[in-house]
Nanobody
Framework: VQLQASGGGLVQAGGSLRLSCAASGRTFSSYAMGWFRQAPGKERDFVAAISRTGITTYYGDSVKGRFTISRDNAKNTVYLQMSVLKPEDTAAYFC???????????????????WGQGTLVTVSS
Protein backbone atom coordinates (compact mmCIF):
# COMPACT_ATOMS: atom_id res chain seq x y z
CA VAL A 1 0.00 0.00 0.00
CA GLN A 2 1.32 3.41 -0.95
CA LEU A 3 -0.05 6.45 0.82
CA GLN A 4 -0.01 10.04 -0.41
CA ALA A 5 -0.98 12.78 2.00
CA SER A 6 -2.02 16.23 0.86
CA GLY A 7 -3.91 19.32 1.93
CA GLY A 8 -1.45 20.97 4.28
CA GLY A 9 -0.81 24.68 4.25
CA LEU A 10 -0.80 27.91 6.19
CA VAL A 11 -3.92 28.86 8.13
CA GLN A 12 -4.75 31.39 10.82
CA ALA A 13 -5.62 30.33 14.34
CA GLY A 14 -9.30 29.46 14.58
CA GLY A 15 -9.42 28.38 10.96
CA SER A 16 -10.02 25.01 9.34
CA LEU A 17 -8.16 22.71 7.01
CA ARG A 18 -8.85 19.28 5.53
CA LEU A 19 -6.12 16.77 4.92
CA SER A 20 -6.48 13.87 2.53
CA CYS A 21 -4.55 10.64 2.25
CA ALA A 22 -4.97 8.65 -0.94
CA ALA A 23 -4.02 4.98 -0.96
CA SER A 24 -3.01 2.84 -3.87
CA GLY A 25 -4.14 -0.73 -4.30
CA ARG A 26 -7.44 -2.53 -4.05
CA THR A 27 -7.21 -3.55 -0.40
CA PHE A 28 -7.72 -0.16 1.23
CA SER A 29 -10.77 -1.37 3.12
CA SER A 30 -8.62 -4.07 4.75
CA TYR A 31 -6.69 -1.47 6.71
CA ALA A 32 -7.52 0.71 9.63
CA MET A 33 -6.06 4.15 9.06
CA GLY A 34 -4.40 6.65 11.33
CA TRP A 35 -3.06 10.17 11.39
CA PHE A 36 -0.02 11.20 13.38
CA ARG A 37 1.79 14.52 13.63
CA GLN A 38 5.27 15.65 14.44
CA ALA A 39 6.19 19.18 15.43
CA PRO A 40 9.78 20.40 14.99
CA GLY A 41 12.01 18.95 17.69
CA LYS A 42 9.25 16.80 19.12
CA GLU A 43 8.17 13.19 18.95
CA ARG A 44 5.53 11.95 16.56
CA ASP A 45 2.15 11.90 18.29
CA PHE A 46 -1.11 10.12 17.64
CA VAL A 47 -3.88 12.31 16.24
CA ALA A 48 -6.72 10.06 15.11
CA ALA A 49 -7.59 6.64 13.74
CA ILE A 50 -10.53 5.04 12.00
CA SER A 51 -11.63 1.45 11.69
CA ARG A 52 -11.74 -0.44 8.40
CA THR A 53 -15.43 0.25 7.89
CA GLY A 54 -15.27 3.80 9.16
CA ILE A 55 -17.81 3.08 11.89
CA THR A 56 -15.42 3.59 14.80
CA THR A 57 -13.06 6.51 15.31
CA TYR A 58 -10.41 7.31 17.89
CA TYR A 59 -8.79 10.61 18.83
CA GLY A 60 -5.88 11.93 20.77
CA ASP A 61 -6.88 14.08 23.73
CA SER A 62 -5.48 17.28 22.27
CA VAL A 63 -7.71 17.16 19.17
CA LYS A 64 -10.97 15.72 20.52
CA GLY A 65 -13.90 17.87 19.56
CA ARG A 66 -11.89 19.81 16.97
CA PHE A 67 -10.71 17.19 14.46
CA THR A 68 -12.76 14.59 12.59
CA ILE A 69 -11.37 11.57 10.79
CA SER A 70 -13.38 9.92 8.03
CA ARG A 71 -12.81 7.63 5.09
CA ASP A 72 -14.27 6.83 1.70
CA ASN A 73 -13.41 3.25 0.81
CA ALA A 74 -14.75 3.69 -2.71
CA LYS A 75 -12.17 6.42 -3.26
CA ASN A 76 -9.38 4.76 -1.25
CA THR A 77 -9.04 7.94 0.77
CA VAL A 78 -8.96 8.92 4.42
CA TYR A 79 -9.57 12.49 5.55
CA LEU A 80 -8.75 14.60 8.55
CA GLN A 81 -11.00 17.61 8.97
CA MET A 82 -9.30 20.05 11.34
CA SER A 83 -11.25 22.92 12.89
CA VAL A 84 -10.57 25.58 15.52
CA LEU A 85 -6.91 25.24 14.71
CA LYS A 86 -4.34 26.43 17.24
CA PRO A 87 -0.69 27.39 16.79
CA GLU A 88 0.23 24.25 18.72
CA ASP A 89 -1.34 22.18 15.91
CA THR A 90 1.56 23.23 13.69
CA ALA A 91 3.31 20.05 12.57
CA ALA A 92 3.96 17.66 9.75
CA TYR A 93 0.97 15.34 9.51
CA PHE A 94 1.42 11.72 8.46
CA CYS A 95 -1.15 9.13 7.45
CA UNK A 96 -0.60 5.45 8.09
CA UNK A 97 -2.25 2.09 7.48
CA UNK A 98 -2.47 -0.89 9.80
CA UNK A 99 -3.67 -4.42 9.19
CA UNK A 100 -4.18 -4.97 12.91
CA UNK A 101 -7.72 -5.50 14.10
CA UNK A 102 -6.96 -4.70 17.74
CA UNK A 103 -8.05 -1.10 18.16
CA UNK A 104 -6.19 -0.79 21.45
CA UNK A 105 -2.97 -0.42 19.47
CA UNK A 106 -4.10 2.25 17.02
CA UNK A 107 -2.44 5.05 18.99
CA UNK A 108 0.95 3.37 18.62
CA UNK A 109 3.24 4.10 15.69
CA UNK A 110 4.53 0.53 15.84
CA UNK A 111 1.05 -0.78 14.97
CA UNK A 112 1.21 0.66 11.46
CA UNK A 113 2.55 -1.17 8.43
CA UNK A 114 2.64 1.63 5.89
CA TRP A 115 3.28 5.36 6.10
CA GLY A 116 2.78 8.27 3.78
CA GLN A 117 5.02 11.26 3.48
CA GLY A 118 4.14 14.19 5.72
CA THR A 119 2.10 17.19 4.76
CA LEU A 120 2.96 20.39 6.63
CA VAL A 121 0.33 22.34 8.53
CA THR A 122 1.29 25.75 9.87
CA VAL A 123 -1.11 27.65 12.12
CA SER A 124 -0.32 31.31 12.64
CA SER A 125 -1.41 33.22 15.72
Amino acid sequence: VQLQASGGGLVQAGGSLRLSCAASGRTFSSYAMGWFRQAPGKERDFVAAISRTGITTYYGDSVKGRFTISRDNAKNTVYLQMSVLKPEDTAAYFCAATSRSYSGSYHLQTAYDYWGQGTLVTVSS
